[in-house]
């Protein structure tokens, strides 16, 4: 069965920052991962997703991830951060045959400081 | 724009009571999910569905039952409400089609209180 360990409970960087949300997954093969975000308040917005090709993907909001095989990692990146991207932040991977579920982590609450 | 649309953003109930927790969505989209989503847990699947009167079990559907009458329309049902089902429960849908996407569209949530 697949699973996501999402090893931070809680980061709290500063405006500008760069920001690094860390994500490992067990999967027998190679996963489709995302990246979601949840704004106080609301449901969760896709960020960006891995399926195959380029390790290294863009998503919205300037953010990036990239895919490490030999790592099990698909870690969440964006270069200057804003006080808008105060959220949580959750990592998820699906099965690539026949299986429409997907498996979140627990969450990263990013916090900004001025 | 896809939108997913939950009946409450906020429910109290009392324990013994049944629960009714409403999502709609207006894509034609054919696979259907409730989650629910506690601190430190993350969200966790409690049933799916992939077509109108069927239903598949999540990862945790104990108290739970689901009905899907409709295919814009996914009901989760608590039958006799615990204390212990206070919680954030997400509502989702994905086009069937492209399910090697996997990209869930979510609805806003409703926040139910148990007591």
Redesign the interface.
Known sequence: AQSVTQPDIHITVSEGASLELRCNYSYGATPYLFWYVQSPGQGLQLLLKYFSGDTLVQGIKGFEAEFKRSQSSFNLRKPSVHWSDAAEYFCAVGARFGNEKLTFGTGTRLTIIP | DVK?TQSSRYLVKRTGEKVFLECVQDMDHE?M?W?RQDP??????IY?S?DVKMKEK?DIPEGYSVSREKKERFSLILESASTNQTSMY?C?S?N?RD??????Y????TRLTVT
């Open positions: 997913v696979n999910f989650y430190g847990l993350g969200l966790r699947l799916f992939y999540g997400l989702a994905m069937y399910r090697v996407k996997g990209e869930q979510f609805g806003p949530g």
